[in-house]
């Protein structure tokens, strides 16, 4: 009954606000536009439609907001106007009451909070659509008198998630089934990468070894602070860390104000962001200004504080090294090869001409080549790929898509804090140099030191693995042997029949010489 209820709900908003008109639209059947044209009269949809639906999905709740963050992610698959439109939601979540977060808190270490911290705020200092923050000091043990932050997951979460994924699932298969541009957008695994994202945002315990993992990248950068996890008291719905203090990021004025050297912090967040990705492949996949702060402490002053690592984006050795081959072709201005490698891939169907794929990539990055250097977005250039790739049927990679969106925020973010920021600049030389390691010489030494333990396994068995080989092969070999002496054989008489023939025109010429000088004699 409640989720009848739920669906009913959701028809009320996608009629109250239009979306009927937005969805409907693009299917075949003539009784659905129809219907479409019914079910519009009277309203006014005077708003555009991004703007619509962006006001629709924070109706809905925070589920489908999330789901709204997700999807702005996915310019593959969304027109512009809708892709910037979603990406404005912001978590406008009221907390929920501390004495829930409380009662989660004793369940989860089965000890009463004051038992576990001899202060802890009750009002939190931030509320999300997952979890809320309270700020603590813990009592007693190795680290009493500690000041944490103490992040509790929202209560019955997963049955409300598994409902609202249910009804998202069976319009996914409308989508797909009525809709024309169904098959191309995929919609069942658009919910089905949401599905994942959500799923791991809700076990703190990954979250916390996410930043225990970039802690651990990031110890030798001194450019970035990431809280440490107190795993005593880390719980599936539960996680402690370190407390840490500074300044939102988007306070700008606040921080001039302090003497940070704001021109400097953009640069620095360039290095961070492109050291995660091209020499951990292991990255803060959700740096809004939400997630960052700066330190304003005298140790670690103008530092950046990297907070919230439910999601975190990877990159294998062979990502990189697709993206390294990308990037080389790129700044060559070689289109045709950015094609290939696309091709390649298996990115685009095989049938591709690749002529025509080159001829959109350069329409794409062409214009960027003719203007400043400070005028270009990295950004945006990867948002155009990526659109134009849909005319092509490119299948865009996951870990890639959450590298393009964390790129604009990183863009965006250095352009707000310094609007003469050259991102190119900054980053080229850390990516030539990357690139190098990825393609050069470098790389090669890198790759057989790592093999190095196991070819000093394997050289002493050599001898008796050759020797098994031998033994228990011997027909095989046999064969091998023949055809090897049938070739010989063959090789030697050519060579016979080649060196008797010299041999013998030789004589000719010999012969020949001799009695012509008896005959003039």
Known sequence: MRRVLRGCFIVWVVLRYGLDELVLSSFDHPWIRRLTR???????????????LREALERLGPIFVKFGQVLSTRRDLLPPDIADELARLQDRVPPFPSEIAIATIERAFGRRVDDVFSHFERVPVASASIAQV?????????DAGREVAVKVLRPNMLPVIE???ALMRLMAGWVERLSADGKRLKPREVVAEFDKYLHDELDLLREASNAAQLRRNMAGLDLVLIPEMLWDWCRNDVMVMERMHGVPINRTNELRRLGVDIPRLARDGVTIFFTQVFRDGFFHADMHPGNIQVSVAPATFGRYISLDF?????LTEHDKEYLAQNFTAFFRRDYRRVAELHIESG????ETRVDELESAIRAVCEPYFDRPLKEISLGMVLMRLFQTSRRFQVEIQPQ???LQKTLLNIE??????DPELDLWATAKPFLEKWMLEQLGPQKLLAQLKAEAPQYAKLLPALPRLLHDYLRHRPHELRKELDVLLAEQRRTNRLL???????IGFALGLIVTQVLLRVRLW
């Not at 019914?38 to 619509?52: F, M, W, Y």
Request: proline share 6%.
């Open 163 to 165: 409902k609202d994924l």
């Open 347 to 350: 990115w685009v169907p095989p």
């Open 412 to 417: 965006g973010l250095g352009r707000e804090l």
């Open 496 to 502: 016979q029949g080649i060196i008797y023939g010299g």
């Open 134 to 142: 309270h700020f603590a000091t813990l009592r007693g043990g190795r």
């Open 38 to 52: 019914i079910v519009s009269t009277g309203r006014h949809l005077d708003n555009p439609r991004g703007q619509r």
């Open 400 to 402: 890639l898509v959450l």
């Open 310 to 314: 439910g999601i975190v984006g990877t």
